[in-house]
Every structure is written in C-alpha cells, then in structure tokens.
C-alpha cells in the first residue's frame, strides 16, 4: 500500500515505464514492477525445499495466502502468487500437485477464474473497482499499451480527444484507488519484511533447484502418506525472525488461522 500510495499517475503516460530511462521517468512504476516479480521468485524459492511433504506444504499455504488476498482485495499480491505457481519452475511438480488437498486446488480454481483474461478480464476488472483494493496494475499498464500503439494522436489533422479520455480514464482510476485505505492493526515486522523482499536468483537457476527437488520421469507419489501441519505452524517457519512473537500472533488471528 506504500509504494501504491507513491505512485504518479503521470509515470502511465506516454508508456514511461518502457524504455531504458524508465527509472527516471517512472521510477514507482518501476518499483512497484520490480517488487511484483522479487515477490513472485520469493514465493517460487519458498516452494522449491528438497522435501516433498514440505513442498506441499508450502504450496497449499500460498494457495491461502493468496486466496486470503483475494478475500481482502489485494490483487496484487494474489496476482503475484500466481504467476509463481504458473512458471515452469514451479508447474512442472507433478508429484507435488499430485498431493495438493482437494479445498486448496478447489480455492486455486477460483483464483484463477478471478485471474482469467476471458471476457477481457472481466471478473478482475469489476474486483479491482471494488475499493479499498491493491490493484494489479500489469491489466491497466497493458490497456495503456493497447490505446496508445493502437490509435493515432492525430486523426484528419485533427487531436484523437477520444483516445486522450480513455487513457484519462484508465489513468485517473490511480488517485482514486490510493484514495481509499485499508484500515489494518500494522504489524511492523511483517512489514520491514515485505518491504525488503528481494530475489536475485535467475529463471535458470529457479529452475534447476526445481530439477533437484522433482527429477524428470520420477514417481514420489506411490505410497506417500500426508501429515499436513497447521498454517500457523508454517507461518511460524516462513515468517522472519524480526518479527517479534505478539505481531506474529496478530498475523495469525488477523488471517483466521
């Protein structure tokens, strides 16, 4: 909601956030992309542990996250969850989704219909002007891209006013959505964390440890029993050690855990 908050809504004009001086001409856009994808490898590094009951584990807990997420308007974050459960790193478990619980494929499916570019989008464009929200701004960034490549500025000499007030329209939508805030009990610890989430381990690299955690052609299903811990468990190991005990009991009540 910080970095929401910081963000210009002159930076969505004329694309500045492409281009190699988008640091200069969209500097929160970029801050706002790059937190995007450092959380997205985040969860993809948290997924990929050697221990298949593990793995499940933590794959079951980001479908709550992020369905959590979803019951609180945060599409950013839910957004972000998925596009780690969509790369290849971590699509390929087979063995680990094989075991994922029936509930939590069952909440997954209904992320993903909210996440749906069917019917342009729809069911995401009518949750992101549901306010207070943490929109996913990669939809409005890419109806930007759309108007602007895909209609003139001038027209029979003339200024295109109708391509100007759908960018204006799409545009003004970012003062409105800071305007509303989400009124939570801060846990500061969480917060320097999520803050400072970063993630400089490479596609290739995520990969491979996917490799190590699921070989190709292996069967780690057959005569595998579950013993799933609580969330609160894992939100105990996930969570960082700056985070003193009381926040963390916040966080797992605020959760309904």
């Known amino acids: 909601q910080e970095i929401m908050g910081k963000l210009n809504p002159i930076e969505y004009t004329y694309k500045r956030w492409c281009g190699d001086d988008s640091s200069e001409l969209a500097p929160n856009v970029k801050e706002w992309t790059t937190y995007f ?3 997205s490898n985040f969860v993809i590094e948290q997924v990929l542990v050697p221990d298949l009951q593990e793995r ?10 992020a369905y959590q997420c979803l019951e609180y308007n945060n599409l950013y974050h839910m957004m972000a969850i998925l596009a780690a459960f969509d790369s ?8 680990t989704w094989k075991l994922v619980s029936s509930v939590h494929l069952e909440w997954l499916t209904k992320l993903r219909s909210m996440a749906s570019t ?9 949750k992101m002007d549901t306010l207070p929200c943490l929109p996913f701004m990669g939809l409005y960034q890419t109806d930007i ?4 490549d895909g209609l003139p500025n001038i027209r029979g000499g003339l200024i295109c006013w109708g391509k100007l007030m759908k960018l204006a329209n799409i ?11 989400y009124n939570f009990h801060p846990i500061y610890g969480m917060i320097s964390f999520l803050k ?8 290739q690299e995520l990969y491979q440890l996917s490799l190590v955690a699921e070989p190709r052609d292996i069967d780690l299903v057959s005569g595998f029993k579950t013993s799933r811990k609580k969330r609160a468990t894992l939100i105990h190991k996930l969570s960082p050690t700056s985070i003193p ?7 797992i009540l605020q959760l309904n855990i």
């Open 118 to 126: 069917s019917g342009n989008s729809q069911l995401l464009r009518q």
């Open 171 to 181: 545009i003004l939508k970012v003062p409105k959505v800071q305007s509303y805030l």
């Open 196 to 203: 400072n989430v970063t993630s400089e381990t490479t596609e």
């Open 56 to 65: 499940i584990e933590r794959v079951e807990f980001f479908i709550f996250v």
């Open 88 to 95: 290849a790193s971590i699509f390929r478990l087979k063995n």
């Open 245 to 251: 005990k009381k926040e963390e009991e916040l966080l």
């Open 145 to 148: 891209t759309m108007i602007e």
């Open 37 to 39: 994808n450092s959380f």
